[in-house]
């Protein structure tokens, strides 16, 4: 157990669990998109991290995908309770005819990544994939599966590796889950 900042929690993902899966993750995403001219979306800003790493991979499959980012906005009364989305910072180019890939650190209640799909969707790539680190199932709304998928999770409280509590524990090399126990 591990104490940061009064806050309490245990390793879930080793830093170096994290370093294989993505590598099997890129080679799978290698070899599915064939050749073809790949365009990445991150989804700000949680998947920064898992997306600079999966990023850097691609160089070993002689990959050179284009990279843009989206910040999608919930609004009304809040995401898990209005469940309305809104693009807030959009891509500027043109992804029509590209072999499109959707990365996001956490499909949660998949809310977030549907909207992204369908709105993409409209722009008339040649396809559209999602890749998430972590996929809680537990907690889906809809039918909303990602293509790639790091590590599926309890339905748990997750920091690090681009995760946070209150913009907090972003930086962590690894995924904590938050205890419950009160800090003494
Ligand atoms: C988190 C996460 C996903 C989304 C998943 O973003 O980064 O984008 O929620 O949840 P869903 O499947 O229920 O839609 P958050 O709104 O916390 O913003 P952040 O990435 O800036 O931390």
Redesign the pocket.
């Known amino acids: 157990m591990k104490t940061i900042k009064g806050m309490k929690f245990e390793t879930l993902i080793s830093e170096n669990d994290i370093a294989t899966r993505v590598k099997e993750l890129v080679k799978e995403i290698a070899e599915d998109s064939d050749g073809k001219e790949i365009f990445v979306i991150g989804?700000?800003?949680?998947?920064f991290i898992f997306l600079s790493d999966l990023l850097r991979l691609f160089n070993v499959h002689n990959i050179h995908p284009s990279l843009d980012f989206i910040t999608?906005e919930s609004y009304g009364s809040g995401?898990t309770s209005s469940g309305k989305l809104k693009m807030l910072r959009d891509i500027t180019t043109d992804i029509e005819n590209k072999w499109v890939l959707i990365v996001?650190?956490?499909?949660?209640?998949?809310?977030?990544?549907a909207f992204a799909k369908e709105y993409f969707l409209k722009k008339k790539p040649a396809s559209i994939k999602t890749c998430v680190f972590l996929d809680k199932p537990e907690r889906r709304v809809n039918e909303f599966k990602a293509d790639y998928v790091g590590f599926e999770v309890p339905d748990k409280f997750v920091v690090g590796y681009g995760m946070?509590y209150d913009n907090l524990f972003r930086e962590l090399p690894y995924v904590g889950v938050l205890s419950d126990e009160e800090d003494t």
């Open positions: 989804i700000l800003k949680g998947s999608v995401k996001d650190d956490i499909l949660d209640t998949g809310r977030t990544l946070d």
